[in-house]
């Protein structure tokens, strides 16, 4: 049952893939739609065996690698963590499949987009399974390689291809970090299995190594290396751009992207790796402080979006910042819980995206659309809701993860060096609040309720969904209002001991008791701010509506204000400091001087010439007269006669019958 959860989406990928000419669209997509709906039925019962039943299932399936003491083997864990990731990834990768069916019916390339989403499914499935860091890196850069293939589905559009290579090449950065990572792991603990290496962590706690002078901490060196493939997968500040432009991909793609699969791998990893984190003190608190910029950085760009897709990839970015920083507070459990929660109302933006652009006639600027919610309340309606669900509203999914990650931030007690970071970390945390619920407000006036700005011909076209399209969103809004709080108590409760060995925690970490004794205040200040900023975008967007044209905006603030519409200038700066100088040293250097100078010089142009050279002269000295011939072989044989001479001492009969072998052969 357990290894049928990994291979039917495998199974439908090949299928789908290679058959798919002859089954057709039709036979494709029941076919690929069946086999992942299956996976998710497997995976509820796995969670029921499994995590509510505390107990755990380790699968050895044959070995894979042995040379020496490395050794690799296919094998799979299923603890509390993993049964967990896996009901979210088969559920929403179900409901984007269905989903699917009918935005992609026009697509005469259906059954190859089908497979790639299976393959998409497959890799991460393999990635959360893993019980080894090497079958888990091959699930890690299956997702990286199925993401290029479904951003650049549409591969005739230049963006599309542009979106993809950016995507792959950023995310390399943070693959090679965790390729070092590994190798690291494997030489300090002799293993790259996860049961060897979170029991030997204590061992190494006081573990050196000294690289180029510097002596490093062993733990904490690893731990960053995999902090760094996390920021690639994550989208943290730094490796953070390519994730808004992803959105080039069709928008099935975007919802199983940014709701359940890849840029839920480095939150992952993260949790999975708490033994070894736990023990690691600084890269807690770089956790912390990277987390906290990335949201806040995330939340403010997003308010000066204007493509639709773009806003809600915003906020993604955001609630990943959330999800490092509440690792950072060693709350890792909460961090899941609010990846689970996240996956929920993200897949639910997102659709309900695909399903108002499906419905303008692919338009993605909120600028041209508005008065949609005439036309489509349906859509409306669960846009709202995974709108509130974003912004923490009461009662619903994110109010349980996300208000609890922020009232946790309250707790932190640090030394009085790295308190004043801290305590700018909280801030950042909790100001994105604040900016959050103004984007996502604003993106509901501008689609729905202003008035609108289509072109005549778009509205008379403008209708709901079909029933294949709404069925997943109202299943989603139905999880997006009920799933968190049906599930609080089951992993963030007090007591709870759902998640048993699967995620470690020092004794000393541990800030849920802090967090429960918090005042009333400080409890609803998310809300304030979450309040604050709708009424806000209600202000601007009734009575400023030239807010965004026009802003009474000077000096400093209006070069604020030009520096976050410019999204900080990320791209300018990778561009001009990276990018150029590497293309400037592979021209002038790599390509002139050793390409087209020392290899052509030695090869085609040189040593070739050489030769032909030589050639020329030795056909002319071939007259084809016997007297020249008597000439040059009475020459050589003078020639070499004074050379045996001037060394009679060191003559041997090897060297004369080299000399007259030489001497027969000319």
Known sequence: MYLLILF????????????????????????STFCVVISSLLSLLAFFEIGLTNTTCTIFLTSWIKSGSFYVSWGFLFDSL???????ITLISSLVHFYSIKYMENDPHQPRFMSYLEIFTFFMLMLVTADNLVQMFLGWEGVGLASYLLINFWYTRLAANQSAIKALLTNRIGDFGLSLGILLIFWVFNSVDYSVIFSLVPLFDNQFITFLGFKLRVLTLISLFLFIGAIGKSAQLGLHMWLPDAMEGPTPVSALIHAATMVTAGVFLMIRFSPLLEFSPTILFILIIFGSLTAFFAAITGVFQHDLKRVIAYSTCSQLGYMIFSCGMSCYDVSLFHLANHAFFKALLFLSAGSVIHAVSNEQDMRRMGSLLKFMPLTYSVMLIGTLALIGFPFLTGFYSKDFILELTQT????????????????????????????????IYLTFLNNTNLAKNSLNIIHESSIIMIFPLIVLSIGSIFIGYLTRDLFVGSGT???????????????????????????????????????????????????????????????????????????????RLIVLPILDFGYLVSFKILDRGFIELSGPYGLTKFIAFWSQILIKLQTGQITHYLFFMILTFCFFSIILVYNYINFSFNLLLFFLTLFFFI
């Open 412 to 443: 932190l007690s640090y030394s009085n060096i790295q308190m004043f970071y801290i305590s700018f970390a909280c801030w950042l945390g909790t100001m994105s609040v604040f900016f959050t619920s103004f984007y996502s407000f604003r993106l």
């Open 82 to 88: 993993t049964v967990t990731m896996l009901v979210v």
């Open 497 to 575: 001991d759902f998640w048993g060995a699967s995620i470690f925690i020092l004794p000393k970490h541990s800030i849920f008791i802090e967090a429960e004794e918090l005042s009333i205040t400080i409890k609803w200040l998310p809300f304030i701010l979450s309040l604050l900023g709708i009424l806000f975008a209600s202000f601007v967007q009734i009575f400023l509506k030239t807010f965004y044209f026009k802003p009474n905006l000077q000096n400093l603030s209006s070069f604020f204000t030009f520096l976050i519409n410019k999204k900080w200038y990320w791209d300018v700066l990778y561009n």
């Open 8 to 31: 039917l989406p495998l199974l439908g990928s090949l299928i789908s893939g290679f058959g798919g000419r002859w089954l057709g669209c039709r036979g494709t997509n029941i076919f």
